[in-house]
């Protein structure tokens, strides 16, 4: 009875773990492909870096709420004409002018001076919405990145993995032969030794594989799907005039317009400095009593007067600062030309590797390979095929490195220019 017992628990617990791995499949099933324009969106809508841009518009705004509005209001209190010397000294009731007072005081910048602090608000929005874009636009690339990492890897281990059953061919051919009596036992190890070469390889491509996959994990979570079929990596979504003709919408580009829009608000504010500014006080005063009380209206403004080595200095750092970061801009925009030229001859010049590779080079290894087998099975000598072999493997995995390269390349190119996903 106890046995039984046991066994009825025992089945139990093995038709529960066939029901959740039946669950498991289904769900893994129901899940489809993960593609590389849904590997980008949802790494962008995940994306603690957009996040942290996007604080910064928030901030940004904040301040230019307050940007050009007039300071606090100044509250004073004390005493006026109160006698501190003589027979009467430190009474209150000696002198009729003695008084206590409190008043109210505002400082009014000039027009000028308001209207470049708006000027600059607006200008420091602007630079953190080019950040924004900027930032969105370096996350695609990298989760593209990512994504053709763990399909380039997937390539290589499929390319190597076509090899295993010739392998385990020539090991069986070797073995024949040598209990034949017709091949030599060097042959045997040496047909071996290729085969687990063969495995080591593929472990190691196992490995980067896993890596491949911590890193898609950063932008997509825990769970990664299988990868759906790669995009036409030979076709640009965008064209190559397209690139070079919108350089100052590039990524790498997105900031430098605001900054020079911060750069000239700045010299605006400096120049904004000769302008004059006012303020205003109205002081209440009560005297003893008896007496009546006083009030005191002042209106004071400031005198730049000395404008030489004060004002105009501001000035003209402030215009130096605009000129160099225009004189930068136009640097940076020459080396941005310089380097979309770069990238596109080379993926140009990849794409037709990999179109000689398809055609030429792994089936002209292929052939070498199978024609060394055949011909060592016929009786020939075992080298040629070894050669053969690793000199097709190794053409496997340059193909499988033009592979990611080109792509690589590609990601870099379709995703310099901002789309609506990028835009604050």
Same mark, same amino acid.
């Given at each position: 009875m106890w046995f039984s017992?046991?066994?009825? *628990?025992?089945?139990? +617990?093995?038709?529960?773990?066939?029901? *959740?791995?039946?669950?498991?499949?289904?769900?893994?099933?129901?899940? +489809?492909?993960?593609?590389?324009?849904a590997a980008v969106r949802q790494g962008l809508a995940r994306a603690p870096l957009l996040d942290a841009r996007s604080a910064d518009i928030r901030a940004a705004r904040e301040e230019a709420v307050r940007a050009g509005r007039l300071p606090d209001p100044s509250l004073t209190a004390g005493l006026s004409n109160y006698p501190v010397t003589g027979a009467e000294a430190f009474n209150l009731r000696a002198d009729g002018m003695t008084m206590r007072t409190i008043g109210i005081g505002q400082t009014i910048p000039s027009r000028a001076a308001r209207a470049a602090d708006r000027t600059l608000a607006a200008a420091q929005i602007d630079a953190a919405e080019s950040e924004h874009v900027a930032a969105a636009q370096t996350v695609r690339e990298r989760i593209a990145d990512a994504w053709i990492e763990v399909w380039a890897t997937q390539q290589k281990r499929a390319l190597l993995d076509e090899l295993r059953s010739e392998s385990a061919l020539a090991v069986q051919i070797t073995q024949a032969r040598l209990r034949g009596g017709e091949g030599g036992a060097t042959d045997a190890l040496a047909a071996r030794t290729e085969a687990a070469t063969l495995d080591n390889r593929l472990e190691a491509v196992d490995a980067d594989f896993i890596a491949a996959q911590a890193g898609l994990q950063r932008w997509l979570g825990p769970s990664v799907p299988v990868l759906a079929e790669a995009p036409d990596f030979g076709h640009l979504p965008v064209t190559a005039d397209r690139l070079e003709l919108h350089i100052d919408q590039q990524a790498p580009m997105q900031a430098w317009q605001a900054r020079e829009q911060v750069a000239q608000a700045a010299l605006a504010q400096a120049r904004a400095a000769r302008h004059p500014d006012w303020n205003v006080s109205v002081d209440y005063g009560r005297r003893a009593p008896g007496l009546p009380d006083m009030v005191t209206l002042q209106v004071g403004v400031s005198l730049p007067l000395f404008t030489r080595n004060r004002q105009d200095r501001g000035i003209s750092a402030k215009q130096a600062q605009w000129d160099a970061v225009q004189a930068d801009h136009e640097d940076a925009r020459r080396a941005q030309r310089e380097a979309v030229a770069r990238a596109i001859t080379s993926w140009q010049g990849w794409g037709r590797q990999i179109q000689r590779y398809q055609d030429t080079l792994l089936p002209l290894a292929r052939d070498r390979a199978r024609t060394a087998l055949a011909g060592y099975r016929g009786g020939s000598a075992m080298q040629p095929w070894l050669d053969a072999r690793r000199d097709e493997i190794e053409q496997r995995l340059a193909y499988a490195e033009a592979l990611a390269t080109h792509a690589r390349l590609w990601a870099a190119l379709a995703y310099l220019l901002p789309n609506s996903e990028t835009t604050p």
């Open positions: 017992h046991v066994f009825r *628990c025992r089945r139990v +617990s093995v038709l529960a773990m066939v029901l *959740c791995g039946a669950v498991a499949v289904t769900a893994h099933a129901a899940q +489809s492909p993960l593609t590389l324009e």
